[in-house]
């Protein structure tokens, strides 16, 4: 049964209302520096635009998909933040899965790589199944005053580290034709199947977040890391900007709520021939969630 992200997005949404509009609402003082760890808990829902170019057995494909078509193909998705903070130390883990199946839109054939030769058939559908794992750990290392609210301190600055772990499966079936070139391909009936078959790899990056409290329980975040640089992708690069803002209290969590835009890049290359597989793509659109504090 497929679960589409908007349904995740329209549980935030309404989770969002009932906090703000049965729950505790007074917003205490920010207090800084905890003495004491600190957790808070995201799932969210992103759906992006998806731009690029991908390889597949040697055969080159363009991507290309808005967030109605990847919704409409989608059939599971889970997408989680997960932070813990203790002084100027914060440990955190970002995960997101995606399992989309039977897009007529997601890919379209190009060309061969230069070591293939021959005919490409028309691209007739894709499947992509994908993970992708950060871990990493900031350091605050300053803050400043920018706003004219209370407080002696309205501004952090984070410095960042971790590493992203890709898993990625992608199929695309394309028409047999009469000068059809079947290596590498899985012939089935009157289609051929490019197969990435399991490709994994680890970027590791490096990055920054600024924090912004523009009034108690309102807070403006903007992240941005780049990576890979051949240890892993060519490269990687991911900026996150969101708003967030304080919905309540309950049992003893507080809830906020937050909305924005990410965009995460990547370009990925393994083998040779029919052997060659290549990512090179773009995701970026809107982000909601819902953050649990404790």
Do not use: C
């Amino acid at each position: 049964m497929r679960v589409p992200v908007w349904a995740s997005a329209a549980l935030i949404l309404w989770s969002s209302a009932a906090l703000a509009d049965g729950f505790q609402t007074t917003v205490t003082p920010i207090k800084p520096g905890p003495s004491g760890w600190h957790f808070q808990f995201t799932p969210y829902a992103w759906t992006p635009w998806i731009d690029g170019d991908t390889v597949i057995k040697g055969r080159e494909f363009s991507v290309s998909e808005t967030p109605v078509q990847v919704l409409e193909t989608l059939d599971f998705a889970f997408m989680a933040y997960m932070q813990a903070r203790r002084g100027a130390i914060t440990l955190y883990s970002d995960i997101i899965y995606a399992d989309n199946s039977n897009s007529t839109s997601f890919a379209t054939s190009k060309t061969f790589s230069p070591s293939v030769s021959g005919a490409l058939g028309a691209a007739l559908s894709a499947d992509y199944r994908f993970w992708i794992v950060e871990l990493g750990g900031m350091y605050e290392t300053n803050r400043w005053k920018l706003g004219h609210g209370p407080g002696e301190t309205d501004t952090t600055l984070d410095l960042l580290a971790g590493a992203r772990y890709w898993h990625q499966e992608l199929d695309v079936d394309v028409a047999l034709a009469g000068t059809l070139n079947v290596d590498g391909l899985i012939v089935s009936g009157t289609r051929a199947i490019a197969r990435s078959g399991g490709v994994d790899w680890v970027d590791p990056f490096i990055g920054a977040r600024i924090t912004y409290t523009h009034a108690p329980g309102e807070q403006f975040i903007v992240r941005g890391d780049i990576g890979g640089v051949g240890i892993g992708s060519k490269f990687t690069w991911q900026t996150v900007a969101t708003y967030n803002w304080y919905l309540g209290s309950h049992a003893a969590i507080d809830f906020d709520g937050y909305l924005g835009w990410k965009a995460l890049s990547v370009d990925y290359v393994q083998g040779r021939g029919t052997n060659r597989y290549e990512f090179d793509v773009i995701q970026q659109g809107p982000v909601v969630g819902l953050t649990g504090r404790f």
